[in-house]
T-cell receptor, first 114, second 114 residues
Framework: GQSLEQPSEVTAVEGAIVQINCTYQ??????LSWYQQHDGGAPTFLSY????GLEETGRFSSFLSRSDSYGYLLLQELQMKDSASYFC???????????????FGKGTKLSVIP | NAGVTQTPKFRVLKTGQSMTLLCAQD?????MYWYRQDPGMGLRLIHY???????AKGEVPDGYNVSRLKKQNFLLGLESAAPSQTSVYFC?????????????FGSGTQLSVL
């Protein structure tokens, strides 16, 4: 089966840096994605990593180590609006004629405090 | 550009009642998905479709049926609702079957089964 582990809650101070970790155990791993979801809202895509290393998009960066089955999302210069839930998701190689599917972690609720 | 639209936004059912959730996308996407989100459980895939006229089971398909008669619409049906189906339901779509293809989500349907 597939499993993803991420912390359930993280609290950080406005202006600081926070790292949200994600470890996974899957078969047929292809890549790792991150999604952001504000309370009552829809998940929105943040980043995708298929290769080892760091991907940077503005204040957000995402890292992947395939050998360690581990990734993280790094948020810099935290703002109050970054308070949200963050989900890691693994993309699995499809079986047969199926599509690439995402399996989501349970999410990390980030609270940014003044 | 509306993106992914879900109707209704809220619904209360009694046990045993039936209903259909409608998802419509105006991005000409080939792939469409239905997820459910429960507290502390992340997003779990119910059913998905890789094109008009096709459907496939996801992680938690029992108690649900789907249809994709038109490319832009993906319907999720509950034939006999149960309290265990109380959840927030999200529809999503993407354009291509590539691993880095991000999902676009609708705003969700809050369903309560009494």
């Amino acid at each position: 089966g597939q499993s993803l582990e991420q912390p359930s809650e993280v609290t950080a101070v406005e202006g600081a840096i926070v790292q949200i970790n994600c470890t996974y155990q899957t078969s047929g791993f292809y890549g790792l994605s991150w999604y952001q979801q504000h309370d009552g809202g829809a998940p929105t895509f943040l980043s995708y990593n298929a290769l080892d290393g760091l991907e940077e998009t503005g204040r957000f960066s995402s890292f992947l180590s395939r050998s360690d089955s581990y990734g993280y999302l790094l948020l810099q210069e935290l703002q109050m609006k970054d308070s949200a839930s963050y989900f890691c998701a693994v993309t699995l190689i499809p079986s047969g004629a199926g599509s690439y599917q995402l399996t989501f972690g349970k999410g990390t609720k980030l609270s940014v405090i003044p | 550009n509306a993106g992914v639209t879900q109707t209704p936004k809220f619904r209360v059912l009694k046990t045993g009642q039936s209903m259909t959730l409608l998802c419509a996308q105006d991005m000409n996407h080939e792939y469409m998905y239905w997820y459910r989100q429960d507290p502390g459980m992340g997003l779990r895939l119910i059913h998905y479709s890789v094109g008009e006229g096709t459907t496939a089971k996801g992680e938690v398909p029992d108690g649900y049926n789907v249809s994709r008669l038109k490319k832009q619409n993906f319907l999720l049906g509950l034939e006999s609702a149960a309290p265990s189906q109380t959840s927030v339901y999200f529809c999503a779509s993407n354009e291509r079957a590539t691993p880095n293809e991000k999902l676009f989500f609708g705003s969700g349907t809050q369903l309560s089964v009494l």
